[in-house]
């Protein structure tokens, strides 16, 4: 009876299936029809502005069931597939594979891509720097402990720009190769996941040895081959690396976050809801900070972070890196930069970007 009732059903997914098939592959041709007009003009093959437009389009557009959040991720995809037909794109992040990074390119990129993992952020600027990798994906701050600082260091000096920012949530597990904490006698992690998760470890394993490694998947890797290691990574980074869960989600805070920028040497344009990211320094004097960011008040552009960073002089001289609201082609923040531009002591823009979506 259910079989009679079922039928007509599945036989009209089929056929709206092959309709949504017919379909991307239209939608592919017009693609590769884009390809070749970028090819005459030598113009890039991934642009974060386009994309981030369709994709708040499509949630615009949206009536449901399905969550605004699924329908761009299933667009990521097939623009992803597209993007594919006129050429991968190369895109290095911080290794090994299993990492929160490697999560962030996909999210940000899709997987029609050559992902390139690197065994440290300098060496992801290195590689997109040299062009072995179109972009780079680089974890820019966490909500519970704040600004990468190595990031921060190397923005400053690259002459790559930001083209686009991922946030992921971040979730940590406990795991190990049996499974279990018998016979463990070192806890392994990136030091920002120890820290993200030192309440819990303190709780429950205070005297088990805590050691910082260059990433949660390599402390993963690290506990697949040696039964005395645990590790603190995502449940991809264990399944990646055959580990049992001993814990789920020990993180402290349960909103944990961890934002990413995509550099690389392209400019964006304006898509409409956009970020820019600036640095700057400023004379050593009384109400010289205060003084540097009034242009920004004075032309109604809003700041959304500021953190400073030491310049390293010995002189306690600091850069402050700085997001603000819009473009820098949009009339108000560029009257703003061009400001600041004048009053600091240095300047530079870090990029213009979308807004994650």
């Known amino acids: 009876m259910n079989d009679n009732k079922l039928l007509p059903l599945r036989e009209k997914i089929d056929a709206i299936d092959a309709a949504i098939l017919e379909l991307l592959n239209q939608r592919a041709m017009v693609a590769q029809e884009v390809g070749h ?43 992803s597939a597209c993007r594919a037909l006129e050429r991968r794109v190369v895109v290095a992040f911080l290794g090994p594979v299993g990492t929160f990074s490697e999560q962030a390119v996909y999210k940000q990129f899709g997987h029609a891509i050559e992902a390139l993992p690197c065994i440290s952020i300098d060496e992801v600027f290195r590689a997109t720097e040299a062009g072995t990798a179109d972009f780079g994906v680089v974890p820019i701050e966490n909500s519970s402990e704040g600004a990468i600082n190595r990031t921060l260091d190397l923005l400053l000096q690259t002459s790559l720009a930001i083209s686009g920012e991922v946030a992921i949530p971040v979730q940590h597990s406990l795991m190990s190769k049996s499974g279990t904490m018998e016979g463990v006698t070192r806890i392994c992690a990136h030091s920002q996941a120890l820290a993200q998760c030192q309440a819990w470890l303190n709780q429950h394993y205070p005297h088990v040895e805590r050691q910082a490694v260059a990433s949660n998947a390599e402390a993963a890797r690290m506990a ?8 603190i990574a995502s449940e991809i980074a264990g399944h990646q690396y055959n580990l049992g869960i001993v814990s789920a989600h020990i993180q402290d805070d349960p909103h ?29 004097k009384a109400g010289a900070v205060y003084n540097l960011l009034a242009p920004l008040s004075k032309h109604g552009v809003s700041m959304t972070r500021f953190e400073s960073r030491p310049a390293r002089t010995g002189n306690w001289e600091y850069y402050f890196y700085v997001d603000v609201e819009g473009h820098a082609m949009d009339a108000k923040v560029k009257a703003a930069m061009e400001e600041l531009n004048q009053d600091a002591a240095f300047f530079k823009i870090l990029g213009s970007y979308p807004c994650t979506v």
């Open 37 to 79: 007009v970028k090819a005459e003009t030598n113009a890039p093959v991934f642009r974060p502005e386009r994309e981030a437009q369709v994709l708040r389009n499509m949630a615009a557009k949206n009536t449901g069931p399905l969550l605004n959040e699924d329908i761009q991720l299933i667009f990521r995809e097939v623009m």
């Open 224 to 231: 697949s081959a040696d039964y005395s290691v645990a590790a």
């Open 256 to 284: 944990n976050r961890t934002r990413f920028a995509v550099v690389g040497h392209l400019n964006t344009t304006p898509s409409g809801k956009d970020q820019t990211s600036i640095v700057l320094a400023t004379p050593n």
